[in-house]
């Protein structure tokens, strides 16, 4: 069974560079998260959506963070402009919304802004 | 969502049950216990979750004090690619928030 699929696996780019995560869930599953990953901040939960409705946004850090979910089987993370201390691994999961559902997440986008 | 203590690191020997402890001292009634780990650049993995009754699946086994102040996950055989970081989180039922804290990283030694 495919899991969580992200891409891209690695980024480099350049400061003030537009950043686009992508994220393609399980089939089926109508909750997807976003979370970010840092050694001095460990892993941290951005954004949630439900049935592709943003949930809960409050831990996108600014407002230079966007996400959408544009239908059941893509969302996407864009950091514009992007700044160094943006690097991370960001992670994406997914799961079915009902009751007690575990998520299951993909294996990261780690992501350099020099 | 009620805090987690877990110890920072553990070593355990390949072959031999692992223990891992967490302290939930706060856990109101309807949360639950999940345990998650994450293997050195992969995302974490969902290994078992509980309320109050113990729990074995093909991974490991989940004990809850009857208090439910604190429980253990055990990994009944460890092997060296269980080596990891290992979460437990309290989540309430109704909820999608997954809150990680540091984990323990477990290495498990030949």
């Known amino acids: 069974d495919a899991g969580v699929i992200q891409s891209p696996r690695h980024e480099v780019t350049e400061m003030g560079q537009e950043v686009t995560l992508r994220c393609k869930p399980i089939?089926?599953?109508?909750?997807l998260f976003w979370y970010r990953q840092t050694m001095m901040r460990g892993l941290e939960l951005l954004i949630y959506?439900?049935?592709?409705?943003?949930?809960?946004d409050s831990g996108m850090p600014e407002d230079r963070f966007s996400a959408k979910m544009p239908n059941a089987s893509f969302s996407t993370l864009k950091i514009q402009p992007s700044e160094p201390r943006d690097s991370a691994v960001y992670f994406c999961?997914?799961?079915?919304?009902?009751?007690?559902?575990?998520?299951?997440f993909g294996d990261g986008t780690r992501l350099s802004i020099l | 969502d009620a805090k987690t203590t877990q110890p920072t690191s553990m070593d355990c020997a390949e072959g031999r049950a692992a223990n891992l402890p967490c302290n939930h001292s706060?856990?109101?009634?309807?949360?639950?216990v999940y345990w998650y780990r994450q293997i050195h650049s992969q995302g974490p993995q969902y290994i078992i979750h509980?309320?109050?009754n113990n729990e074995t699946n093909e991974m490991a086994s989940l004990i809850i004090t009857e208090d439910r102040k604190s429980s253990t996950l055990i990994l009944p055989h460890a092997t060296l690619r269980d080596t990891a970081v290992y979460y437990c989180?309290?989540?309430?039922?109704?909820?999608?928030?997954?809150?990680f804290g540091g984990g323990t990283r477990v290495l498990v030694k030949p």
């Open positions: 959506f439900n049935n592709n409705v943003p949930i809960d």
């Open positions: 509980g309320l109050k």
């Open positions: 999961a997914s799961s079915f919304l009902e009751y007690n559902q575990p998520q299951h």
């Open positions: 089939s089926g599953h109508n909750s």
């Open positions: 989180i309290v989540k309430m039922a109704a909820g999608n928030k997954l809150t």
């Open positions: 706060t856990i109101s009634g309807n949360e639950y």
